[in-house]
């Protein structure tokens, strides 16, 4: 046994110690919060949690702790039509209505400063100012989560974050601590599908899925509850990066995100999504084999489909990131009449923890009277003083009920508008237990396995490959594997062949066959280039109309077309006309760009291709199935190239060619015909089925 294998064993072994609260006491069970029966809300008195995630509240000052990477930006929502059937919620009623937001899009593991494409869960928050108070939705780009008891979150982002030791690695969960802590708690391998698959390197936040994760409850003025679910559904369709494009992207632009946001935006493509809610019954509660409050689990939209009530629209960057993106403060636990909670035990205790870290991280109570948390609706109620409190109160009463005020501010009945809890019944015991409904783990992750493509499947299995590559422990790779064997033998087999662990012989994964059409990106395309930005490599020499038909075509899609050359400044086409350059080959990899157009024009066509840096970015575009473009001469570029398996027409033909997202027309064709042809290739976002790697040298 070499030393580093002793040293790897040596820290198998522990020390033997017990668990125990800050003050010494021994604690019993620390995987589940204190309850009022095993399906009940988490009670005030669970001193053991309420220590432990005090205390992980306060562990960073003054970036968060989680979700430190962000990007914001102002916009609005309106209703489709009132929803009265299902919530008194003022902002959710008049169609003509629109109400201000702010969204908060962010990583999760790194700090401020890592890169915006790693691997993680995105943040999708949302605060709405409406009449009636604010109310924070605040979720993910994921459905569903890691634990469902809030008192493993501490132990959740200790185990992702950057090792203690040597704080390595950063926003990244390819280590032993995450794999180690992940393998021990099943209940985290259908979140682990999801963050494995390509939802977890979204292409931008416009094309990204929102999800409240948790299940809410919504009251009708007649005192009706209904369970729900929140979901954003972006116009423009869900489309994700490829892993060897995310890293390149981590180290050539780490602000690609919220560069992509702020450019949208100040060129006029607003980021738009579908506000949904997926709406079950109190009598239906009971109906479905995975439990409601389970927020390691969806509702899988074939069973409940998701009801389309409003749009939200990303209009506005922000004046100043600190004051704004930075300072923002969200909250589970800001809701309004019409809004209620479940007893999801992971919701109950995120609505004690974020008000807890917002006192540590803004310095008092008073953060809600920084310009980006204010209400836009009066506020009045008798706290005072405190770190930085702006409001300057009159008058010598701060107490209720009161005669000197005639009795103001005084509190409002339900028909006044109050704010009144559902009357849910409860009735349990004292228990620090999980109910037996929580403890199918697999079954959801085997439906998420079954839902993707072919494609989709084999990303899977390379970034588990690629994540669990990078972990020392072999005990800790063939506990994951286990895992991957009960969600499909598939999945455990193509896994471990790629990381020294025996392949599972027989399969541990329940027989279960069900798909979710909706899990799989490739079935939320969208018929747009809406948002898309494309390349146009030209050097000197260049056939200027050809340009600017097909930059005018895409424009007017509603797609970024950019001219790429080697220097920056004017260059010259054919006729001798100049097109200024928007960016250089050394500045603007292919990586940023979802396609690549190469027109025609001899003398530009030979200078590009004597140089390497062209020739790299369309063989790299080629790896990443994306789409390209060539007009004219610029054929003979791909032909200089080391793309392969391209059918490029013949001198003089007048053909269209589209093989595998490549097209090519030479002289005399429609460039019409070319440019709608091309639009249809970019709206497929990738052609997967080009997916050979090692045949291009990029």
């Known amino acids: 046994m070499d030393e580093k294998e002793k040293q790897l064993d040596q820290e198998t072994k522990g020390s033997g110690e017990h668990l125990t609260t800050n003050q010494g006491a021994r604690i019993s069970d620390n995987q589940n919060s204190l309850r009022a029966g095993s399906r009940g809300p988490t009670l005030m008195e669970d001193f053991i949690f309420r220590e432990k995630i005090t205390h992980f509240d306060h562990e960073r000052i003054p970036e968060r702790v989680v979700h430190a990477r962000g990007a914001g930006a102002h916009g609005y929502f309106q209703p489709y039509e009132s929803q009265a059937d299902i919530t008194k919620a003022g902002f959710l009623q008049d169609p003509g209505k629109a109400i201000p937001v702010f969204v908060r899009f962010s990583t999760v593991a790194g700090f401020r400063g890592s890169a915006d494409t790693a691997r993680d869960v995105r943040g999708f928050a949302v605060k709405f100012y409406t009449d009636e108070g604010i109310f924070d939705l605040v979720g993910n780009n994921i459905p569903v989560f890691f634990i469902q ?34 393998s021990l708690v099943p209940e985290s391998m259908h979140m682990m599908m999801w963050v494995m698959s390509d939802r977890a390197i979204p292409r931008s936040f416009s094309m990204m899925e929102g999800f409240g994760i948790h299940t809410f409850r919504m009251i009708n003025e007649k005192g009706e509850s209904h369970f729900v679910k929140f979901h954003w559904k972006p116009v423009l369709g869900t489309h994700s990066l490829v892993w060897n494009e995310a890293q390149t992207i981590a180290g050539k632009d780490p602000d690609f995100h919220r560069r992509d946001l702020w450019e949208s935006i100040e060129d006029g493509n607003f980021p738009e999504y579908e506000f949904g809610v997926q709406v079950i019954r109190e009598d239906e509660e009971f109906r479905f084999d995975f439990d409601i409050l389970d927020a390691t689990k969806l509702w899988p939209e074939e069973e409940v489909p998701v009801r ?3 749009k939200m629209v990303l209009n506005r960057n922000p004046d100043n990131y600190f004051a704004e993106t930075e300072q923002v403060a969200f909250h589970p636990g800001h809701i309004v009449p019409g809004i209620d909670f479940s007893n999801d035990p992971l919701l109950q205790g995120r609505l004690f923890s974020y008000t807890d870290t917002q006192l540590i991280r803004l310095g008092g109570p008073n953060f809600a009277e920084i310009p980006i948390n204010r209400p ?11 770190y930085m ?8 009463v701060s107490y209720e009920p009161n005669s000197l005020a005639q009795g103001c501010p005084m509190q409002n009945p339900e028909n006044l508008k109050g704010f009144v809890s559902y ?16 403890k199918d783990h697999y079954t959801q992750a085997t439906l998420f396995w079954n839902s993707m493509t072919a494609v989709e499947k084999q990303h899977i299995i390379d970034a588990f ?3 669990l590559s990078m972990v020392d422990h072999m005990h800790i790779r063939e506990r994951m594997v286990d895992h991957l064997n009960h969600i499909h033998m598939d999945l455990a087999t193509g896994v471990a062949e790629n990381i020294g662990v025996a392949p599972p012989t027989a399969t541990k994964a329940k027989d279960y066959d069900k798909k979710s059409p909706a899990l799989s990106l490739e079935n939320t395309r969208k018929n747009t280039i809406k948002g ?10 260049f056939n200027g109309k050809e340009v600017m038909q097909v930059k005018d075509y895409l424009t007017k899609a509603g797609a970024k077309a950019e001219i790429i050359t080697k220097v920056l400044g004017k260059v010259k086409d054919k006729d001798g006309k100049a097109m200024e350059a928007d960016k250089t080959l050394l500045s603007a990899p292919s990586v940023k760009y979802d396609a690549v157009y190469i027109p025609g024009g001899q003398k530009s066509v030979e200078a590009l291709q004597q140089q390497g840096d062209a020739l790299h970015f369309v063989n790299e575009a080629f790896k990443h199935c994306k789409p390209i473009a060539a007009t004219g001469e610029g054929c003979d570029f791909l032909k200089a190239s080391a793309i392969t398996g391209v059918d490029i027409a013949d001198e003089g033909s007048t053909d269209l060619v589209a093989e595998k997202g490549v097209l090519s027309m030479r002289e005399g064709a429609s460039l019409d015909n070319f440019s709608r042809k091309f639009e249809e290739a970019i709206a497929r976002h990738r052609h997967w089925e080009r997916e050979k790697k090692d045949k291009v040298p990029a």
Do not use: W
């Open 389 to 396: 409190r702006q409001t300057i109160n009159k008058g010598r």
């Open 532 to 541: 898309r930005k494309v390349a146009i490599l030209v050097a000197e020499g």
């Open 308 to 310: 389309k009530i409003g």
């Open 376 to 386: 836009t609706c009066p506020v009045h109620n008798n706290q005072r003083d405190g």
């Open 149 to 182: 008891d809030a008192i493993k979150f501490p132990d959740l982002i200790h185990s992702v974050k950057p090792e203690p030791h040597n704080e390595i690695p950063q926003a990244a969960s390819a280590h032993d601590t995450f794999y180690d802590f992940i």
């Open 423 to 438: 009357a849910e019944k409860m009735d349990g015991v004292k228990v620090r237990e999980r109910s037996e409904s929580f």
């Open 465 to 467: 490959s690629f994540e």
